[in-house]
């Protein structure tokens, strides 16, 4: 049984029009941003699809990936790290992948990211298996 009967005050509240997906934490150095929730963020009404990368520890959020002209990133719906220190990004809008490695931090905020864009051919089912696989090698 819950302690209390009122509802916990939400870690970080989400105003615009779009849905959020299937978050992950960055927890090692590799990647860099030890502690901050990568949330993928699907376009609505009035907002674009991005990564958002969200600092616990200071209660930041920026928008860490996000679209510019080309609407590369559509329907972001899962962000997941491997032992390695590198977040795969499932968007499930155009059936791939993307992968982005240890990017540059600095005590200002986020700085651009270099994101190494890997297409796999196939259709979601094959990107959920990759995904899955992922999380298996996690939990060992």
Known sequence: ???????????IAFNESGRIGVMDISRQNAFGFVGSLFIPFKAGKNEEAKIIAYDIKNNMSVDFIKNKEEKIIKEPIQCSFSKEGILYILDKGNGCIYSVEKIEENHQGFNKIYIPVEYLIGTVVIALIVILIIQIRKTK
Request: no cysteine; hydrophobic share 20%.
């Open 1 to 11: 049984m819950h302690p209390t009967t009122t509802p916990p005050k939400p870690l």
